[in-house]
């Protein structure tokens, strides 16, 4: 449809009224003032700190992640590998925000060098790390009933007796003792192993392998050859069990692969950090334990109330510092503003669950262990989309070591002062070298 445009006539353009003097002059100021009037100016970002990887002792919390936090809820980092600086948040409501927003994307990581901890940065596809949605879910849905609360309960009981064994030799071969090579390491190594259905004769390589693969020691190369031999492990026994009707994970994801649901080099990256994350569960529980150890009122409070351990150890997984720096990056995928800052759509960005867990307006005195504090969720494993798959275990198996190591070892204490336990370096997981102890 056309619309006719008429033209007023000379003698209608005659006949209109003059406007007012008043109205006139108030529309030349109008056009003066809108003239000169500036823009807003947007705010100077913040500086670029550089964030160097730390090798601290103790549970000490970072200091440079301290000073950031202290500098403002939106700064900016440099990380010592990758390219450029990223953004990082460190308030508990903008970590969720972030974390549960499509707008910030694991998936554009992929595709560029970003600044990062880690020397290497070689991401793997199937990784449910670097997945955004509908994908994620896609990669999960194979893995998760090995997962799963009803799961864990079934596993209950094999966890505790591969325990029981480990605790029974280190009584009988009494103390001193060093808790993480005679239980820490060896307890979620197996318990893992069986999850992921890691054969017994092959639990020492791959346990080899996991720890190459988290340690910055022997840079790059060294990371890439143990991540070329496990992940080949890997592509061999899932190839091996496509046919499987067992319930373990490699089954599981050999299964997926047989149906169609998954290829074989997603089921491949799948796997991986899977079977990285017992070694989380070993440094923690490390913490945890050093910490109950260097501080008699709250293990007597943990000895003596048994039945009110859970606050115990929720408090204790906020508190610990369980890595360095920050972890995986995101990128924006459109302009986002939080906090009168423009995150830009392509510029990274860090969320630090550390911080977050210590956001003074969510956990008073948040430097303070308190377990009597008010409930409130922490995120020491993640939140949003991401959250840690293997949650459920790590906390059953926490449970487990402390409960049965606090119940069976009377008088459990350090064999040598604080001072001179010896911490883990050049890591992205913190926790004690070893903890030597006595009972």
Not at 173 to 182: F, N, Q, S, T
Not at 343 to 363: K, Q
Request: hydrophobic share 40%; with cysteine.
């Amino acid at each position: 449809m056309t619309q006719e445009i008429t033209t007023p006539s000379p003698d209608r353009v005659a006949q209109r009224p003059a406007a007012p003097a008043v109205q006139v002059t108030r529309i030349a100021e109008i056009a003066q003032i809108t003239e000169v009037a500036p823009l807003p100016e947007e705010p100077a970002p913040p500086p670029i700190r550089d964030w160097p990887a730390l090798d601290l002792a103790g549970t000490e919390f970072d200091p440079v992640l301290r000073e950031l936090m202290r500098e403002g809820p939106i700064t900016r980092i440099r990380l010592p590998h990758g390219e450029g600086w990223a953004w990082l948040a460190t308030r508990y409501d903008d970590v969720k925000l972030i974390t549960n927003d499509p707008r910030f994307s694991r998936a554009e990581v992929t595709r560029r060098q970003v600044t990062r901890l880690a020397p290497h940065f070689k991401p793997r596809p199937g990784s449910l790390a670097w997945a955004d949605q509908p994908d994620h879910n896609r990669l999960r849905k194979p893995v998760s009933a090995a997962f799963t609360v009803g799961a864990m309960k079934r596993l209950r009981p094999r966890a505790q007796e591969l325990l029981d064994e480990l605790v029974d030799a280190l009584v009988q071969a009494g103390p001193p003792a060093d808790l993480v090579e005679r239980v820490l390491e060896p307890f979620p190594i197996a318990v893992v192993s069986e999850v992921m259905g890691v054969p017994p004769s092959d639990r020492e390589q791959v346990h080899a392998w996991t720890r190459q693969i988290i340690s910055m020691c022997g840079g790059a190369e060294a990371a890439d050859r143990a991540k070329e031999g496990m992940y080949g492990w890997i592509r061999r026994t899932v190839r091996e069990r496509r046919n499987s009707t067992a319930e373990d994970v490699l089954s599981l994801l050999g299964a997926a692969v047989g149906r169609g649901e998954i290829t074989e080099e997603e089921a491949v990256g799948l796997a991986g950090p899977l079977q990285i994350g017992g070694e989380a569960v070993t440094h923690n529980c490390g913490q945890m334990l050093y910490l109950l150890l260097t501080r008699p009122e709250l293990m007597a409070r943990t000895r003596e109330r048994p039945d009110e351990r859970g606050p115990v150890v929720d408090e204790l997984l906020r508190h610990i510092p369980h890595r360095s720096t920050v972890g995986l990056a995101r990128i924006a995928l459109e302009d986002v503003e939080l906090h009168g800052v423009r995150i830009a759509a392509g510029e990274p960005v860090y969320v630090s669950y550390l911080a977050a867990n210590r956001d003074p307006d969510v956990f008073a005195d948040p430097d303070r262990i308190d377990p009597d504090r008010e409930p409130r969720p922490h995120l020491s494993f993640g939140n949003g989309p991401h959250y840690c798959t293997g949650a459920v275990l790590a906390r059953l198996q926490t449970e487990l070591l402390i409960d049965t190591l606090l119940d069976r070892l009377p008088g459990l204490r350090l064999a040598v002062s604080p001072g001179q336990v010896a911490w883990r370096r050049q890591t992205m997981i913190r926790g004690p070298q070893a903890l030597p102890v006595t009972w």
